[in-house]
Nanobody, 116 residues
Framework: QVQLVESGGGLVQAGGSLRLSCAAS????????MAWYRQAPGKQRELVAR???????LYADSVKGRFTISRDNAKNTVYLQMNSLKPEDTAVYYC??????????WGQGTQVTVSS
């Protein structure tokens, strides 16, 4: 059974930081490159960052240099450290396997709001 539980979101001023966590069930975490996605109001969900099981990372240009994705394979947990936050980072953030589609299982996400 797939389970994804995101946490760590909140309200922060521009320039601030947040650390998101995602607890994933073993069935998905053990085989997958994991990723963080976000969806802003009125926009499509977009890929923010991904990390392979071995730790290779890739970031969207909009967050490169500000966000850091990491994972703890022993805890089945993925993290997203977000620094120098901007109002345009405001969105609901989700974790899932890389290349997840709308029809896959998605968790509830965690809301990040950045005030200017």
């Amino acid at each position: 059974q797939v389970q994804l539980v995101e946490s760590g979101g909140g309200l922060v001023q521009a320039g601030g930081s947040l650390r998101l966590s995602c607890a994933a069930s073993g069935s998905i975490f053990s085989i997958a490159t994991m990723a963080w996605y976000r969806q802003a109001p009125g926009k499509q969900r977009e890929l923010v960052a991904r990390i392979s099981r071995g730790g290779t990372t890739l970031y969207a240009d909009s967050v490169k240099g500000r966000f850091t994705i990491s994972r703890d394979n022993a805890k089945n947990t993925v993290y997203l450290q977000m620094n120098s936050l901007k109002p345009e980072d405001t969105a609901v953030y989700y974790c899932n396997k890389f290349l997840a589609i709308a029809g896959d299982y998605w968790g509830q996400g965690t809301q990040v709001t950045v005030s200017s």
